[in-house]
């Protein structure tokens, strides 16, 4: 099973940009789907971004599409997530998941929730 830790999290202020890293551990995450995920304080885990195993495909939540871009380099067993022109709404704690079956659009439209989770890293955007 692989092994997920978030990092890069941070506080900044509305419109400054900001990279989350999601380094794996245990397994290579060539082998994984990945995507990020976030919780805003009192609402529920939405879907941000996913990206297939060989980075053919991504997917973004409409609320982050044009700001957001995520990345991966199996090489260094990391996954990223920049993220540019921050609003106060995308204050949050991110996760990054893992998911071995390769099901994009069915975890882009939440229809499914991935396998591994990792214990996610506090966004705050300040106004």
């Known amino acids: 099973q692989v092994q997920l830790v978030e990092s890069g999290g941070g506080l900044v202020q509305a419109g400054d940009s900001l990279r989350l890293s999601c380094s794996a551990s245990?397994?290579?995450?060539?082998?994984?789907?990945m995507a990020w995920y976030r919780q805003a304080p009192g609402k529920g885990r939405e879907f941000v971004a996913a990206?297939?195993?060989?980075?053919?495909?991504?997917r973004y939540a409409d609320s982050v599409r044009g700001r957001f871009a995520i990345s991966r380099d199996n090489g260094k067993n990391t996954v990223y997530l920049q993220m540019s022109r921050l609003r106060p709404e995308d204050t949050a704690v991110y996760y990054c998941?893992?998911?071995?079956?390769?099901?994009?659009?069915?975890?882009?439209?939440?229809?499914?929730?991935?396998?591994?989770w990792g214990q996610g890293t506090p966004v705050t955007v300040s106004s």
């Open positions: 998941a893992a998911d071995s079956r390769g099901w994009l659009l069915a975890l882009a439209a939440s229809r499914t929730d991935p396998q591994v």
């Open positions: 245990g397994r290579s995450l060539s082998d994984y789907l």
């Open positions: 990206i297939t195993a060989t980075s053919d495909g991504t």
